[in-house]
């Protein structure tokens, strides 16, 4: 079916947690809402999403099969493919394009592309991602717990992550790579938690059979290992946002940027009347349930927003037969007057 010259009142960019929770709350709201997925979940790799009351260890696919089929169910629209631009119509609505040319138009913009992870230029790094080449404890320290853990030092926060993953196992080791030396602080904060410090450059990983066995070292030696912790670079999937004038913002930590990001106010709101953002487009750190609940959130904004516009159009259309009848009196006054002689007051 082609949607083109259709218009809703709103389009979802990106089918994901936070665009499918927003897409099922306007539904909900009797809105016409149009779903545009271009069907690669940064998730993907995963397989189990975790810390998701009610859906603890869903596979990701299955989870997103639920949404589409709940928001359906009350109306919302989804189609395959990427949306590749938009922009702002005359009055006030957009039209997005996708990368087949259609085109819709929408009287509001819920936008949850999400991020990209940047994995570091490692050998073997980007294969076993998702797998046991891991990022956040809270997602996947349960399912390695008690295992050898190694951190790949990539970023100043690399220190902060060792200790935060020997919460899930006594077996942590920290390959210091390319980063400068530790301080005597730090140092002595991994040595009281029992955490080994690897110095030498990280060439690439040992993978026997589909399983990841150790890390490798410039001069070929290999420490055994079951799991790899990373820090990926961040980095929005902004290029629909941008093409409305929204610059992403660079998130730094300790002087150092993890990744970017398109603001927006606790809401969603962007800086462009009629945007909203939610998911890990607008928060690098959001986890499945806080996408989703973001979504949720944006929606309401949303819909309480084309509310008010709504009012504001009923209202001068109830006035308009007033002022046209008002119009019809004073041109007959003036006739009359002036059939009788009379001057007009002014």
């Not at 603890?56 to 696919?61: L, Q």
């Not at 030396?181 to 140092?187: G, I, K, L, S, V």
Request: include cysteine; charged fraction near 25%.
């Amino acid at each position: 079916m082609s949607d083109k010259n259709q218009r809703y009142d709103v389009v979802v960019v990106g089918g994901g947690a936070a665009g499918l929770s927003g897409a099922l709350a306007l539904a909900r709201a009797r809105r016409s809402v149009l779903v545009i997925d271009a069907g690669s979940p940064r998730n993907a790799p995963a397989s189990h999403v975790h810390n998701y009351l009610g859906r603890e260890g869903t596979p990701p696919s299955e989870l997103l099969a639920i949404g589409r089929a709940e928001a359906s169910g009350y109306g919302a629209e989804v189609v395959e493919g990427e949306a590749v631009a938009a922009e702002k119509l005359p009055d006030g609505g957009f039209r997005v394009v996708r990368e087949d040319g259609s085109a819709v138009e929408a009287r509001r913009l819920l936008v949850t592309t999400g991020l990209v992870d940047e994995l570091p230029q490692v050998e073997g790094l980007a294969e076993r991602w998702g797998h046991e080449v891991l990022h956040c404890p809270y997602c996947h320290g349960w399912e390695v717990r008690d295992r050898a853990i190694g951190i790949l030092a990539v970023s100043p926060m690399a220190v902060h992550q060792a200790l935060l993953w020997r919460q899930w196992s006594d077996d942590v080791v920290l390959f210091r790579h390319l980063r400068p030396d530790f301080t005597d602080e730090e140092y002595e904060q991994l040595a009281a938690r029992g955490i080994a410090v690897v110095d030498g450059e990280v060439t690439g990983l040992d993978v026997e059979g589909d399983r990841f066995t150790g890390v490798r070292l410039a001069g070929g030696t290999v420490i055994p290992r079951e799991a790899l912790v990373v820090q990926p670079r961040f980095t929005a999937r902004s290029g629909l946002l941008e093409s409305l004038g929204l610059v992403p913002t660079a998130m730094e930590m300790g002087d150092h940027v993890i990744g970017s990001y398109i603001a927006a106010d606790p809401a969603g709101a962007t800086e462009v009347p009629g945007v909203w953002v939610a998911g890990n487009v607008a928060n690098l750190m959001e986890q499945v349930v806080g996408a989703a609940a973001a979504g949720l959130k944006a929606a309401s904004m949303i819909n309480m927003d084309l509310v008010t516009e709504d009012t504001r159009r009923a209202v001068d259309a109830r006035q308009e037969p007033f002022s046209a009848e008002a119009e019809r009196l004073v041109t007959e006054r003036v006739l009359g007057n002036r059939r009788h002689g009379l001057q007009e007051i002014r």
